[in-house]
C-alpha cells in the first residue's frame, strides 16, 4: 500500500520563547520540520501533507522546497483536529502516517516496524517512560489488547500509574482514519478534538490495534524548549560521532566534533577536537584536521594535513596539501596536489598549482597559479580597483618575492622572479626578473631627532 505522511505543525512553541515558529528551530543547523519531512521522504512516502498554523507564511517560505502540500489549521482545536485538516489533500486509499514537527530524530527503521504493524490495522508507537507524566497512557485490557488511551489530564491516580505511553505517531488506512476521526468529540478536560480518541473507537469497531516500539526514548521525544533541543542535538552529534568511528574514523574526542550535513569521511581520518563540519563535505583517507576547524562544503582528498584554526568554505584542497594554521580558503579556492598554504593566507577563486607554495600572510584571490609557483611572505593579488574584480595569471616556476602587490590584470609567465617590495602593474614575459623600487639611500652622519625638554 502506498504511504501518505501528515506532518503536524501547526504549535506555536511558547515556551521556546521565540519569535521564529517551533518547527522552523533549527538542529544540526536544519529546521526541525526538515527532518521529520526527511524520513518521509526515506520512507517513500507518495505524499507529504503538513498541516502549518502559527507563523505559516515562515514555515511555507523556508520549507518552499519540500516536495509537500501545506494545508492550514486556522485554529488549533485539538491532534484530532489537526489530521482531519489533511482529508480533502490526502489520498484516502494509501497508509496515513502521522508525524510531527517537533519530533526530529525518529529512526526510519522503527516507523517502517509500525508501518507493517498497520497494514490494515490501526498502529501506534509507545514507549515505556519511568516519569511517564504528561504524556497520554495506553490502556490495555486482560489480553493485553490496547482498549484506548487517556490524556494525563484525564487520567484516573490508577491510570497515571501506567508508565507505557503514546508517543502520538500512528498508522492507519485513510478511509478507516477519516472515519475514526469523524467520531470524536471534544468533551474532555481540555476541550480539544484528540486523536487519541481514535483508538477507543477503534477498539468498539473491532479493529485490531498493534503497538511498535522504538529502540531508544529520544526518538519520540518532542522539542518543546531550548533545553530539549539542545539535550536532541547532542545525542544527533553522538550518533554521528560514532557512526564515523566505527568506520574508522579517528576522533579525539566524539563529543567535540558537530556534523551539520553530509560528512563523507574515509577511514583513517584523524580529526581533532572542535570540528565543526557543515552542508556536504568529503576527507580523503588519510588525511588529518587540527584543532577547531570549521569546514563547510568542501572536499578535501587524501594525507592532506589542516593544521590549527583553519576555515574552508566551497574549497577543494588535492592529495597531499598542507593548509594552515590559520588559514582561510574562501569560495573556488582549488589547491592542487602537493600545494601549501600557510599562516594567515586567504585564498579565493584561485587555482594553486601542484607544488605551488603561499606560506605567510598573503592574499591570493581570483588567480590562476601554476606549479611549483613560491609566493612570499605578504603577498596581495590586488583583484578589485573599487568597481570590478580582475584576474591575476601566474605561470609555473614563478618566484614572487615578500611584500609584492600583483596589480590584476596582469599575467606573469613562467619562470619569473620578481624581487621583493615590487609593485607589479604590468605583464611579465618569462624568465624576466621585475623590480619595482627606489634604489636605496644611505646617508651617513644622520642624526636622528631628539625630544624637546
Ligand atoms: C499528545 C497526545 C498524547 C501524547 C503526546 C506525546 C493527543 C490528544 N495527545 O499530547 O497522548 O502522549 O502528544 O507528545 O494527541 N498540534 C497541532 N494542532 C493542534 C494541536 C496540536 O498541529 O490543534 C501539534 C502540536 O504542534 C504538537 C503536536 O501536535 O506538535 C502535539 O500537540 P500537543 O497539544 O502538544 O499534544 P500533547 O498534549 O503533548
Ligand atoms: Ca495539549
Given at each position: 500500500m502506498s504511504l501518505s505522511v501528515v506532518i503536524l505543525a501547526?504549535?506555536?512553541?511558547?515556551?521556546?520563547?521565540?519569535?521564529?515558529?517551533?518547527?522552523?528551530?533549527?538542529?544540526a543547523n536544519k529546521p526541525l520540520v526538515e527532518h521529520v519531512y526527511t524520513t518521509a521522504k526515506d520512507l517513500g512516502a507518495e505524499e507529504v501533507i503538513v498541516i502549518y498554523g502559527h507563523g505559516g507564511d515562515q514555515v511555507k517560505e523556508t520549507c518552499k522546497h519540500f516536495d509537500a502540500k501545506w494545508v492550514e489549521?486556522?485554529?488549533?482545536?485539538?491532534t484530532g483536529h489537526a489530521v482531519m485538516q489533511a482529508f480533502d489533500s490526502v489520498n484516502l486509499n494509501n497508509n496515513v502516517l502521522v508525524l510531527y514537527?517537533?519530533?526530529?530524530?525518529?529512526k526510519k527503521e522503527t516507523l517502517q516496524d509500525l508501518l507493517n504493524d498497520s497494514q490494515g490495522k490501526l498502529a501506534l508507537l509507545s514507549v515505556n517512560l519511568?516519569?511517564?507524566?504528561?504524556y497520554g497512557r495506553i490502556l490495555r485490557n486482560e489480553k493485553n489488547q490496547v482498549t484506548g488511551i487517556v490524556e494525563q489530564k484525564d487520567a484516573t491516580p490508577e491510570q497515571q500509574e501506567?508508565?507505557?505511553?503514546?508517543?502520538?505517531i500512528l498508522a492507519c488506512n485513510g478511509e478507516t482514519l477519516k472515519r475514526l476521526l469523524n467520531n470524536i468529540d471534544n468533551k474532555n478536560s481540555q476541550g480539544e478534538y484528540y486523536l487519541t480518541d481514535i483508538f477507543e473507537l477503534a477498539e468498539k469497531d473491532n479493529i485490531e490495534i498493534k503497538t511498535a516500539q522504538p529502540e531508544a526514548s529520544y526518538e519520540v521525544e518532542g522539542v518543546n524548549n531550548r533545553l530539549q533541543l539542545a539535550t536532541l542535538e547532542r545525542i544527533f552529534q553522538k550518533n554521528i560521532a560514532d557512526e564515523l568511528m566505527t568506520n574508522g574514523v579517528a576522533l579525539a574526542d566524539p563529543a567535540r566534533i558537530d556534523v551539520r550535513g553530509n560528512a563523507d569521511i574515509s577511514n583513517d581520518v584523524y580529526i581533532d577536537i572542535n570540528a565543526v563540519l557543515e552542508g556536504d563535505v568529503k576527507i580523503g583517507s588519510g588525511s588529518n584536521i587540527g584543532p577547531n576547524c570549521v569546514i563547510i562544503n568542501s572536499t578535501i582528498g587524501e594525507n592532506v594535513t589542516i593544521k590549527a584554526n583553519c576555515i574552508l568554505e566551497n574549497a577543494i584542497v588535492e592529495n597531499n596539501c598542507e593548509v594552515g594554521p590559520y588559514a582561510r580558503l574562501r569560495p573556488e579556492a582549488h589547491l592542487s596536489q602537493n600545494a601549501k598554504v600557510g599562516n594567515f593566507v586567504e585564498i579565493k577563486k584561485a587555482n594553486i598549482g601542484e607544488g605551488s607554495k603561499v606560506n605567510h600572510l598573503s592574499y591570493i584571490g581570483d588567480t590562476e597559479m601554476g606549479k611549483n609557483v613560491n609566493v612570499g611572505a605578504g603577498t596581495i593579488t590586488c583583484n578589485y580597483d573599487g568597481a570590478n574584480k580582475h584576474k591575476t595569471i601566474i605561470g609555473d616556476n614563478v618566484f614572487v618575492g615578500s611584500d609584492t602587490q600583483l596589480v590584476a590584470p596582469v599575467t606573469i609567465e613562467d619562470g619569473v622572479t620578481i624581487g621583493a617590495g615590487a609593485t607589479v602593474t604590468k605583464d611579465v614575459a618569462e624568465n624576466m626578473l621585475v623590480i619595482s623600487r627606489s634604489p636605496q639611500k644611505s646617508i651617513s652622519g644622520w642624526e636622528r631627532p631628539k625630544k624637546k625638554k
Open positions: 501547526a504549535g506555536k512553541g511558547t515556551r521556546m520563547k521565540s519569535g521564529t515558529p517551533k518547527v522552523l528551530h533549527k538542529l489549521q486556522k485554529e488549533q482545536l485539538g514537527g517537533d519530533v526530529p530524530l525518529t519511568d516519569k511517564p507524566f504528561g501506567i508508565q507505557e505511553v503514546n508517543t502520538g
